[in-house]
C-alpha cells in the first residue's frame, strides 16, 4: 500500500495541534507563579503583624494585668497599713473563743506605731442584761468620742434595745453564760479584752458592771490612766480561810503556795498585760481544774498569774469603790435615799493611797454597786459633784 505523503494542510494542522499543546504546557506555570508571589507576600505581612502584635501586647501588659480577685473586691480591699490598723467596725464575729484569743494575741514587736494613733481607754461592761444607768454614762462619754471603746458581755438571750444615738448600740459581744464564782467569769473576762484587744488603739482596759458608776469625768479619768506608771488590780496575800486557805497543792509547780494572790474582780489593766491575760495556757488550765467552790477563780486566777509574771507592772489595788462594811458575801448596794453630795464626795476623796509611788487622796475612778433607783438623783448631782452631765 502506498503511504500517504502529508500535505501542507496536515503539517499545518499539526502545528497547530503542537503549538495548542505547548500552550496547555505554559499556562498552568504562569498561574503557578503568580500564586506562589501571592503566598509568599501574604508568609510576610504576618509575620509582620505578629511580631508587632507580640511588641504591643509586651508594652501593654503592664496596663492590662489585672489581680485575681474581682474589680470590687479589689477597689473595697483596705491598701496599706491601713488594713492591719483599722479598727472591726462592728462587734459582731463569727469567732471561737479559741480562735478570738489566739487573734487577739498578736503583738508588734517594734516599739512605738508608725501611724497616727490616739490611745483609747476600752470599757468593758460585764452584765446579765440589761443597763440601767446607762444614761448616767451617756452623759460621762459625751463629747470625747475618739478617745474610747465600749464592750457589752451580757446573756447570750439578752438583745438589747439602744437606738442608733447611743454609744452602746451594737457593742454588745457574742457571749455564754458566766456564773459567778466559776472560771465561766473569768472566760467572760477573757472574752471581752480578747475583744478589745482587736482594736490596736485601745491601751487601757476597765472592767465595770451594770451597776458601777463613773465618780470623776472622762478627762481626768483619762489622764488618771495616761499618766500612771502601773496598772490597777489588786493583789495581796490573805493568810486566812479565805485566801491561803482556798489554795490547792495540785497548783503546783505553776503557782506555789507563797505566790497564791486575792483581790478584786474590777480591775484596769494596760495593753501588756491584757494581752499576757489573754494569751495566758499555762495558769489556766491549772485554775480550771483545782480552783472550784469554795476557792472562788475571779478573786485569785488572774492576781496569782500576773503577780507571777509581772509583779512590778501592778499598783495592788483596784479603782473601783465598793463598801464591805456591811458584811456577807456581797458589797453594800445604794439605792435613792443614799445619794446625796456629802456620800458622793466621800466616795471620792475619802482615803489615800499611793499613785506613782506618791501620796494621793484620789483613789477611786468608779464605784458600786448602785441599783436602778439611785439614777435620778445621781444624774441631778452630776454636773456639781461628779464634774459631768
Known amino acids: 500500500m502506498q503511504a500517504r505523503v502529508a500535505s501542507m494542510e496536515d503539517v499545518k494542522e499539526a502545528r497547530q495541534a503542537a503549538a495548542a499543546?505547548?500552550?496547555?504546557?505554559?499556562?498552568?506555570?504562569?498561574?503557578?507563579?503568580?500564586?506562589?508571589?501571592?503566598?509568599?507576600?501574604?508568609?510576610?505581612?504576618?509575620a509582620a503583624a505578629m511580631y508587632m502584635a507580640r511588641h504591643a501586647v509586651a508594652a501593654a501588659a503592664p496596663a492590662l494585668f489585672r489581680p485575681c480577685l474581682g474589680s470590687s473586691a479589689a477597689e473595697e480591699e483596705p491598701q496599706g497599713l491601713e488594713r492591719w490598723t483599722r479598727p472591726p467596725a462592728r462587734v459582731e464575729h463569727a469567732m471561737t473563743d479559741e480562735e478570738l484569743l489566739w487573734r487577739a494575741s498578736f503583738a508588734p514587736r517594734v516599739r512605738g506605731y508608725p501611724f497616727r494613733r490616739v490611745p483609747k481607754v476600752a470599757f468593758m461592761f460585764l452584765t446579765?442584761?440589761?443597763?440601767?444607768?446607762?444614761?448616767?454614762?451617756?452623759?460621762?462619754?459625751?463629747?470625747?468620742?475618739?478617745?474610747?471603746?465600749?464592750?457589752?458581755?451580757?446573756?447570750?438571750?439578752?438583745?438589747?434595745?439602744?437606738t442608733s444615738e447611743s454609744v452602746f448600740y451594737r457593742r454588745q459581744i457574742p457571749s455564754k453564760v458566766a456564773e459567778w464564782g466559776q472560771m465561766t467569769m473569768c472566760d467572760a473576762e477573757r472574752r471581752l479584752l480578747a475583744n478589745a484587744l482587736l482594736d490596736l488603739s485601745n491601751e487601757w482596759f476597765v472592767l465595770v458592771s451594770e451597776s458601777c458608776i463613773p465618780i470623776f469625768d472622762f478627762n481626768t479619768t483619762y489622764e488618771y490612766f495616761q499618766n500612771?506608771?502601773?496598772?490597777?488590780?489588786?493583789?495581796?496575800?490573805d493568810p486566812g480561810p479565805y485566801g491561803r486557805g482556798r489554795y490547792n497543792w495540785n497548783m503546783t509547780p505553776e503557782v506555789e503556795l507563797d505566790q497564791w494572790r486575792k483581790g478584786s474582780q474590777w480591775f484596769e489593766v494596760d495593753r501588756e498585760l491584757a494581752i499576757a491575760?489573754?494569751?495566758?495556757?499555762?495558769?489556766?488550765?491549772?485554775?480550771?481544774?483545782?480552783?472550784?467552790?469554795?476557792?472562788?477563780?475571779?478573786?485569785?486566777?488572774?492576781?496569782?498569774?500576773?503577780?507571777?509574771?509581772?509583779?512590778?507592772s501592778l499598783a495592788n489595788r483596784s479603782v473601783t469603790w465598793v463598801d464591805w462594811s456591811r458584811g456577807g458575801a456581797h458589797p453594800a448596794t445604794f439605792g435613792r435615799g443614799d445619794i446625796t453630795e456629802a456620800f458622793l464626795r466621800r466616795v471620792r476623796e475619802g482615803r489615800t493611797c499611793l499613785y506613782n509611788n506618791r501620796n494621793?487622796?484620789?483613789?477611786?475612778?468608779?464605784?458600786?454597786?448602785?441599783?436602778?433607783?439611785?439614777?435620778?438623783?445621781?444624774?441631778?448631782?452630776?454636773?456639781?459633784?461628779?464634774?459631768f452631765g
Open 21 to 46: 499543546a505547548g500552550q496547555g504546557r505554559v499556562l498552568p506555570t504562569g498561574m503557578l507563579k503568580v500564586f506562589l508571589g501571592f503566598l509568599l507576600l501574604g508568609v510576610g505581612l504576618s
Open 128 to 162: 446579765r442584761g440589761p443597763l440601767p444607768l446607762a444614761p448616767l454614762w451617756e452623759r460621762f462619754f459625751r463629747g470625747h468620742e475618739g478617745r474610747y471603746s465600749i464592750y457589752v458581755h451580757a446573756l447570750p438571750s439578752y438583745h438589747a434595745n439602744f
Open 228 to 237: 500612771s506608771n502601773r496598772s490597777f488590780l489588786m493583789a495581796f496575800d
Open 277 to 312: 491575760i489573754v494569751k495566758d495556757t499555762v495558769y489556766y488550765p491549772k485554775f480550771k481544774e483545782f480552783c472550784r467552790p469554795h476557792c472562788y477563780v475571779d478573786e485569785h486566777y488572774f492576781p496569782t498569774m500576773l503577780t507571777i509574771e509581772a509583779p512590778h
Open 360 to 387: 494621793s487622796t484620789m483613789c477611786f475612778l468608779f464605784a458600786r454597786k448602785f441599783s436602778p433607783s439611785a439614777l435620778e438623783p445621781l444624774l441631778e448631782l452630776a454636773p456639781t459633784v461628779l464634774g
